[in-house]
């Protein structure tokens, strides 16, 4: 992940603090130093220790923090990640949203995390979507690869991915493939392309054209997942995907498939409980 957060942090202190922080202002010296420590509340994996610093540094270079635990970590509740010292206006003006940051990208880690366990010993890989919070798509990516998961694109520039609405504005399989090969050439772009199939008639009618990189099979049941693998036959990289849970994870992986993408690994999870306290 590159440190395209660091533009945002301005922005994001700008929402939570405005014209000021009016509640520390008014009842802590500008000159008192003091010192903070980030305490784990719930097991899982630990996410966002990077932006955490960056945000420390952004708002008040002369915080000093002491880090014991990485991300990517397993921890338990009790364990201290890290340590801040500094002026306690900058400790409170900073500890929201340090927290949004590193909650919500530890549980998004621990939730990969389980996900991935579940397929210990295959070859299948855990992807993630673009259902993810608009502005914070980076970090919850970021946090998916930190728990274990795999990035699927980015966003809609980085690969061809013909859904089901492509498909039917286009006129059929072959008409999006075609033109997406053709779109391609025309604009220089080397992108992989990968087709959505809903059922065996059209997964025949994406096999029957050259190009593609991936066959994404929507909605299949286990038992037709494998089916779909032993039809296209290293033809291709096979994708599962739809309403595909924890529970149901390894049944699909199992059948051989290449890769398996959940959104639930973003668009609903709960942040991981941690807090930050003051050191007495």
Same mark, same amino acid.
């Given at each position: 992940m590159s440190n395209y957060y660091k533009t945002l942090i301005p922005y994001w202190f700008a929402e939570d603090i405005g014209d000021g922080d009016h509640t520390s202002l008014s009842c802590i010296p500008d000159t008192a130093i003091g010192k903070s420590q980030l305490i784990i509340k719930e097991k899982g994996v630990l996410a966002g220790v990077r932006v955490a610093q960056a945000i420390f540094e952004s708002?008040?270079?002369q915080l000093k923090t002491t880090v014991f635990i990485q991300d990517g970590a397993a921890v338990n509740p009790g364990d201290i990640v890290f340590e801040v !010292? =500094?002026?306690v206006l900058s400790l409170?003006? +900073? !500890?929201r949203l340090m927290l949004n940051v590193m909650q919500r990208m530890s549980g998004v880690a621990t939730v990969t995390a389980t996900y991935v366990k579940q397929?210990? =010993?295959l070859k299948t890989k855990v992807l993630d +979507?673009?259902?993810t919070t608009p502005g914070l798509r980076m970090l919850e990516k970021e946090a998916v690869k930190i728990g274990g998961g795999t990035n699927h694109r980015i966003g809609l520039f980085d690969m061809i991915l013909l859904k089901d609405n492509h498909v039917d504005f286009a006129g059929g399989i072959a008409n999006a493939i075609n033109r997406a090969k053709q779109y391609c050439k025309e604009h220089n772009k080397p992108l992989k392309i990968e087709i959505e199939v809903r059922n065996f008639d059209e997964l025949q009618q994406a096999l029957a054209c050259s190009g593609v990189d991936r066959i994404m099979l929507d909605n299949f049941t286990p038992a037709d997942t494998r089916k779909a693998v032993a039809i296209i036959d290293g033809k291709c990289e096979i994708e599962s995907s739809g309403n595909i849970t924890v !529970? +149901?994870?390894r049944a699909y992986g199992e059948c051989g498939v290449d890769y398996i993408s959940v959104g639930a690994l973003t668009h609903s999870v709960k942040s991981l409980d941690i807090s930050f306290k003051a050191v007495k």
């Amino acid at each position: 992940m590159s440190n395209y957060y660091k533009t945002l942090i301005p922005y994001w202190f700008a929402e939570d603090i405005g014209d000021g922080d009016h509640t520390s202002l008014s009842c802590i010296p500008d000159t008192a130093i003091g010192k903070s420590q980030l305490i784990i509340k719930e097991k899982g994996v630990l996410a966002g220790v990077r932006v955490a610093q960056a945000i420390f540094e952004s708002f008040d270079p002369q915080l000093k923090t002491t880090v014991f635990i990485q991300d990517g970590a397993a921890v338990n509740p009790g364990d201290i990640v890290f340590e801040v !010292e =500094g002026k306690v206006l900058s400790l409170l003006q +900073t !500890e929201r949203l340090m927290l949004n940051v590193m909650q919500r990208m530890s549980g998004v880690a621990t939730v990969t995390a389980t996900y991935v366990k579940q397929l210990a =010993g295959l070859k299948t890989k855990v992807l993630d +979507t673009r259902k993810t919070t608009p502005g914070l798509r980076m970090l919850e990516k970021e946090a998916v690869k930190i728990g274990g998961g795999t990035n699927h694109r980015i966003g809609l520039f980085d690969m061809i991915l013909l859904k089901d609405n492509h498909v039917d504005f286009a006129g059929g399989i072959a008409n999006a493939i075609n033109r997406a090969k053709q779109y391609c050439k025309e604009h220089n772009k080397p992108l992989k392309i990968e087709i959505e199939v809903r059922n065996f008639d059209e997964l025949q009618q994406a096999l029957a054209c050259s190009g593609v990189d991936r066959i994404m099979l929507d909605n299949f049941t286990p038992a037709d997942t494998r089916k779909a693998v032993a039809i296209i036959d290293g033809k291709c990289e096979i994708e599962s995907s739809g309403n595909i849970t924890v !529970e +149901t994870l390894r049944a699909y992986g199992e059948c051989g498939v290449d890769y398996i993408s959940v959104g639930a690994l973003t668009h609903s999870v709960k942040s991981l409980d941690i807090s930050f306290k003051a050191v007495k």
